[in-house]
């Protein structure tokens, strides 16, 4: 471990007040023998940095898929007091609301024997890629309503059904949004991607359950060992990067005309309660609606595609639960014996909300929120559930995923993307992307194990173990 990093337990590692000058809380984050090697100085230190800023509450922290971002590290979680905190994009990044959704169907995986089929079908209904644009195109009027409303737009105009939206995080809407703060540069790439999965590590993934861990949490979920699901990560898209880099300026000027001092420009900031804090909130509020809409959209096309190959009503693919990754949220939590009112900043995080908490379907109340993390293209991806301890240590929150250890330049220089096809096909997986360079730099071996990485978050208590699931099928952005 890097010097001056203090061991707290098994798992446990704290930056102390002091690591970087002017930290106001110390930092802590989660991590196994195992994941040591793949720690970043660089991501130590942007953690460090964060406890600088002003009204941080208690400490600032870091899951298990820990690695250098945008000011913050990814897999970063702080907590700030509306007494005196802020808010800042890097604390959320530029993919606001990129997320990730499951959905349970009927199919055994004896049942998908033409997979390749199958792909091919998803792969030609769901639009692709960096510029990827959808079939159908939303007016000036839509795009307001879908910032506003999230899922919901997607519901009241028949993509999906009325019970979905009561299994996303928020309800598939947040609070707060305001269109009038989205640039219209924003707004015009929003408006012909709705519905589209993007490029990078987003992807849409057939899987089978391979694994229960806890038998009564899954039954509660609705998952069972050989059931096929649907997993789809993605985000905001266009609308959100252009959210994040328009209001990075502003911010950055706040940062002055405040007088905050920070040790990285990277974290440019506001009061929460100042005009550049509350019309960032609003625009980032209004962007991770845009994300639930989309994830929405394509979940309906995906459904329509199962409905049509292996004639399954719709009304037995139910979400199981949509929860997102990157997102500054009020919150209210328990810090030292009193409830307080935060703007909870999860970069690279999930919520991960224990048994009784509010803001949970009444379905999973006596279990706590299903918890989705997503693997690496190729390897396993598991379900999780929330906790108190969660609750108690890391306001709500555990990990994402299985975070990066290779840039997507060094992946590319290692490995090509027809060796990727090739291995994953040897496996019986059939897999489509734009093109072999997309599936080159996001190789299994350029993120860390998933399932080390869930092992970490599951021990310390923060998470729970409940299904494994492998990839029969892969539509890679």
């Known amino acids: 471990m890097f010097p001056g990093i203090q061991n707290l337990g098994p798992y446990e590692w704290q930056v102390p007040v002091g690591y970087v000058p002017g930290m106001r809380v110390p930092g802590v984050f989660y991590l196994s023998e195992a994941l040591a090697g793949t720690l970043e100085e660089g991501a130590v230190r942007q953690l460090a940095n964060v406890a600088t800023m002003p009204g941080i509450v208690k400490r600032s922290l870091a899951m298990p898929d820990i690695h250098w971002g945008y000011g913050f590290p990814i897999g970063g979680v702080a907590a700030f007091s509306f007494d005196g905190g802020v808010i800042s994009p890097g604390g959320v990044g530029f993919d606001i609301n990129c997320g990730v959704r499951l959905m349970s169907t009927p199919l055994r995986e004896a049942d998908v024997t033409n997979r390749r089929e199958l792909a091919d079908r998803l792969y030609r209904e769901i639009p692709t890629g960096v510029g990827g644009k959808s ?114 300026r502003v911010l950055e000027a706040a940062t002055k005309k405040y007088g905050i001092s920070l040790p990285d420009r990277q974290l440019a900031c506001a009061p929460l309660e100042s005009p550049e804090g509350r019309a960032y909130f609003g625009a980032m509020a209004a962007s991770a609606n845009y994300a639930w809409a989309n994830r929405q959209v394509i979940m309906h096309r995906t459904r329509k595609v199962l409905a049509e190959m292996y004639r399954v009503p719709e009304k ?162």
């Open 135 to 248: 079939s159908f195109r939303i007016s000036e009027r839509e795009l307001d309503e879908t910032l506003l409303e999230g899922a919901r737009w997607a519901v009241r105009k028949g993509f999906g059904r009325d019970e979905d939206t009561a299994f996303c995080e928020e309800g598939g809407r947040m609070e707060g949004a305001d269109p009038s703060a989205v640039s219209a540069k924003a707004r015009s790439r929003g408006l012909p991607q709705s519905g589209t999965l993007g490029s990078g590590n987003h992807f849409l993934e057939v899987q089978v359950v391979r694994e229960v861990y806890d038998q009564e949490t899954a039954a509660a979920f609705g998952l069972h060992p050989g059931q096929v699901c649907i997993m789809v990560h993605c985000g905001s898209r266009g609308l959100g990067h252009q959210v994040c880099t328009d209001h990075l």
């Open 316 to 477: 037995e693919m139910r979400l199981v639960y949509d929860v997102a990754h990157n997102v500054a949220k009020v919150e209210e939590h328990v810090v030292d014996g009193k409830r307080m009112k935060l703007c909870v900043h999860r970069k690279g995080a999930t919520r991960a909300f224990g048994p009784g908490s509010p803001g949970i379907p009444d379905a999973y109340a006596r279990t706590g929120q299903p918890v989705i993390i997503p693997g690496s293209m190729g390897t396993p991806s598991f379900v999780l559930r929330g906790t108190e301890t969660a609750m108690e240590k890391t306001f709500g929150s555990t990990c994402h995923g299985a975070g990066r250890v290779m840039s997507r330049t060094q992946a590319k220089r290692k490995i090509t993307g027809r060796e990727i096809r090739e291995g994953l096909e040897r496996r019986g997986i059939a897999v489509r992307a734009p093109g072999d360079a997309s599936l080159a730099d996001e190789a299994p071996d350029v993120y860390k194990p998933s399932g080390e990485v869930v092992r970490v978050v599951h021990e310390v208590g923060i998470s729970r173990l409940v299904a494994r699931l492998e990839p029969l099928a892969v539509i890679k952005g």
